[in-house]
């Protein structure tokens, strides 16, 4: 088994913080478009942010 992932977040955990920051703000302004994100696909569930009357 590598360890390769496991000692990249332990060792240096900035580029991991990085990661999960731009992958979380994308999924918000995914949100925020009328298209939404369908964080649970193959359901045609669609998520968008609380507020949108537009959807």
Request: charged content about 15%; overall charge negative.
């Amino acid at each position: 088994m590598n360890n390769w992932a496991f000692r990249w977040v332990v060792d240096w955990p900035a580029p991991a913080i990085a990661v999960f920051v731009g992958y979380g703000s994308h999924l918000l302004a995914d949100m925020m478009t009328l298209g939404g994100v369908q964080l649970f696909w193959p359901s045609r569930a669609i998520a968008v942010l609380l507020g949108r009357d537009e959807y």
